[in-house]
């Protein structure tokens, strides 16, 4: 089971996604894309997929800045879960579609609550993580907690506990809001505060989740899985 958010202009992205996920991710078992778009009009007819491999389209509102996207995915990963993926899967992941598998991705990933740890921070002192510091926000991870620092585009586990980090972190960004607080990294730092205080079950390497950007991978990294592809931010971000 997956799912992630293919919002706005990153439906340019999709194919190359789709294609790298069907070589690599889950081979073997059966797989439901939920493409969540604001543009379903833009997602091609034309994909092949394998045996026992299913895609929907789920449309969703289209927001006005690329941060409201990300503050808003808890909750659109949440109602998914209670609407309708509750009945027909055991797991999720929930990645982010300007991304590509290079390696296998299989079972050996799964587990109850899955979190990566972020490549731009795996070499990095605790104190350094970009955890939201400000006691304002609910999001907020003091200086003497937590073991590292988890990447937001891929995250997933069995739907219970999928769900009751969605819903957690939906509520967390709503308190937030009420007060006029948003956190430094959105719904990524509502995460890392999550998954400081219930730690995942399993713990993916950065070699999971890894950045185009870095320039090739780090000489202590063998093999990269799945990495962020290498992009224009403004010009696939509307809006600053």
């Known amino acids: ?37 604001d543009l379903p009009g833009d997602v091609p007819g034309n994909i092949t997929l ?4 299913l895609l929907s389209i789920v449309k969703v509102p289209k927001f006005d800045r690329w941060q409201e996207i990300s503050l808003r995915r808890m ?3 949440q109602t998914a879960i209670e609407d309708h993926i509750q009945r027909e899967a055991h ?13 296998r991705v299989g079972s050996e990933a799964l587990g109850r609550l899955v979190a990566a740890i972020h490549p731009w921070f795996y070499m990095f002192p605790r104190s350094e993580y970009p955890y939201e510091r400000r006691t304002v926000s609910t999001a ?3 200086q003497d907690q937590g073991d590292f620092y988890y990447q937001a585009n891929i995250f997933g586990g069995a739907l219970e506990d999928v769900h009751r980090l ?9 308190v ?19 998954l400081v205080k219930n730690k995942p079950t399993k713990l993916l390497s950065p070699k999971y989740v890894w950045d185009d950007a870095r320039g090739g991978k780090a000489e202590e990294i063998k093999l990269v899985r799945f990495s962020s592809v290498i992009k224009n931010k403004a ?5 600053p």
């Open 140 to 142: 907020s991870v003091p």
């Open 235 to 239: 010009e696939v971000r509307e809006n």
């Open 91 to 103: 797991y999720i992941f929930c990645l982010d579609v300007d991304m590509r598998f290079h390696g």
């Open 75 to 77: 909750e659109l990963i």
């Open 1 to 37: 089971m997956y799912l992630y958010p293919s919002l706005q202009i990153y439906t340019r992205f999709l194919c190359d996604f789709l294609e790298s996920a069907e070589k690599h991710f889950m081979v073997g078992l059966d797989v439901h894309y939920y493409v969540f778009t």
């Open 50 to 53: 394998g045996l026992g491999r």
């Open 166 to 174: 969605t819903k957690t972190c939906r509520e967390h960004l709503e």
């Open 176 to 194: 937030d809001k009420s007060v006029g607080v948003e956190a430094v990294w959105q719904e990524e730092s509502h995460l890392n505060w999550y």
